[in-house]
């Protein structure tokens, strides 16, 4: 057995990465590893190991506040890009491995963070990434032969629920403050639908920030894993766009026999099945379409839903987790690597809507913004942002 390194950034509650990280740190730790997870935080106040427990549930006997106090070990485990270039220069020698969920480079604009989150794939460190766009496109931009782990849910969660009752409804993770969720874009798309089907209920989720929206919805906040099924069992479609690496909630959508509705770009078309899941044009009257089509055909919603039960059938969590461990196995016990091709796995085409000025003004719905938002908009940026996490914060209690 390994002494296997962490190091991930500063712990957010609700964070769908955070939890992926420290589950398949705790299958590693299950199969007797001992797994050190170091938290980016320098100065935590509290037991460490206590704060991992309380915002998501899992026990790890060695939890450490700062990369810093990183000491010996078997493999250390970069986790975000940032920490890529810590790991590179760690002063003693181990397998030195790249925990990679998505093309992070995409967070930034053009400039520094950019280039260094690109720069962070090129320090020698083997990737394991989750789903197989991010392997692709490591080994296309950088030549860097990696790994992969197919995208699994926990089937005793995300399932279907018998004698639940379906309603004419969709579900969208909308999540403002996570640009590559493109909440503003599935707003514009639900706003057309609203308008050609107002008899439609629309349930938000995701997020405690409570935008000004113009048509009429339910925001359901933070919500937990079970509730989210509970509303996937209940609606006939789900919408999770992804710009970048794929999401995991179209996956744990799937195992609970709900259609999905997402984009047609080149990140979803390795990892999304083209009988469960509906890849929209990127505007919002192709976006609102591919809902419309799903909503309006109920053969349509049983075949994607039947396809996406069986698709998820044997991509249980552990199997994920299993497959990180083989390739995890593979790289501290130097086994040769066995380069295979990655194709796509989408091959449907993209559903296409003409845009139509109806369906532009009903998109782009002008909200007035209140009086406290009209003030911070006269502040230098400097002030507003300090000023908005307040505001936030404030406003969540």
């Given at each position: 057995m390994s002494t296997i390194s962490w190091f991930i950034p500063s712990l957010i509650k609700g964070s769908g990465g955070h939890r992926t990280i420290l589950?398949?740190?705790?299958?590693?730790?299950?199969?007797?590893?001992?797994?050190?997870?170091?938290?980016?935080?320098?100065?935590?106040?509290?037991?460490?190991?206590?704060?991992?427990?309380?915002?998501f549930q899992m026990d790890f006997l060695n939890v450490i506040y700062g990369w810093k106090n990183a000491t010996q070990t078997d493999v250390a485990i970069a986790t975000v890009w940032y920490s890529s270039a810590f790991v590179a220069s760690l002063p003693f020698s181990c397998k030195k491995v790249y925990f990679v969920q998505?093309?992070?480079?995409?967070?930034?604009?053009?400039?520094d963070a950019y280039l260094m989150a690109e720069n962070s794939y090129q320090y020698n460190l083997v990737p394991i990434t989750i789903g197989r766009?991010?392997?692709?496109?490591?080994?296309?931009?950088?030549?860097?032969?990696?790994?992969?782990?197919?995208f699994g849910a926990d089937l005793k969660i995300y399932k279907r629920l018998p004698n639940f009752q379906k309603e004419k409804a969709i579900c969208f993770i909308h999540?403002?403050?996570?640009?590559?969720?493109?909440?503003?874009?599935?707003?514009?798309?639900?706003?057309?639908?609203?308008?050609?089907?107002?008899?439609?209920?629309?349930?938000?989720?995701?997020?405690?920030?409570?935008?000004?929206?113009?048509?009429e919805h339910e925001n359901l906040g933070l919500i937990d894993l079970k509730k989210c099924n509970e509303i996937y069992n209940k609606c006939t479609v789900g919408l999770c766009l992804s710009s970048s690496n794929p999401s995991r909630i179209p996956f744990e959508m799937m195992a609970a026999g709900l259609p999905v509705v997402e984009l047609w770009r080149d990140n979803n078309l390795y990892d999304l099945p083209d009988?469960?899941?509906?890849?929209?044009?990127?505007?919002?009257?192709?976006?609102?379409e591919a809902i419309i089509k799903v909503i309006t055909d109920k053969n349509l919603a049983e075949n994607m839903s039947s396809a996406g039960q069986k698709f998820m059938m044997n991509r249980d969590l552990k199997?994920?987790?299993?497959?990180?461990?083989?390739?995890?196995?593979?790289?501290?016990?130097?086994?040769?690597?066995?380069?295979?091709?990655?194709?796509?796995?989408?091959n449907g085409v993209a559903v296409k809507a003409d845009f139509t000025r109806e369906a532009s003004l009903n998109a782009l719905h002008i909200v007035t913004p209140s009086r406290i938002k009209k003030i911070a908009m006269l502040l230098p940026l400097s002030i507003r942002e300090p000023l908005k996490k307040i505001y936030r914060l404030f406003k969540g209690i």
């Open positions: 589950q398949h740190a705790q299958f590693l730790q299950a199969t007797g590893h001992e797994c050190f997870i170091y938290l980016e935080d320098e100065h935590g106040i509290g037991s460490a190991r206590d704060k991992v427990n309380a915002l998505d093309y992070e480079a995409w967070f930034n604009p053009m400039g766009w991010l392997r692709h496109t490591l080994k296309e931009k950088f030549d860097v032969n990696g790994y992969n782990f197919e999540q403002p403050d996570k640009p590559r969720r493109c909440s503003r874009l599935g707003l514009e798309a639900l706003g057309i639908v609203k308008h050609r089907c107002p008899d439609v209920k629309i349930y938000l989720y995701g997020s405690d920030i409570k935008d000004n929206i113009w048509f009988d469960a899941v509906l890849l929209a044009n990127q505007t919002p009257e192709s976006l609102a199997v994920e987790t299993e497959q990180f461990y083989n390739a995890l196995s593979n790289i501290i016990s130097d086994k040769q690597y066995d380069e295979n091709l990655v194709t796509k796995m989408y």
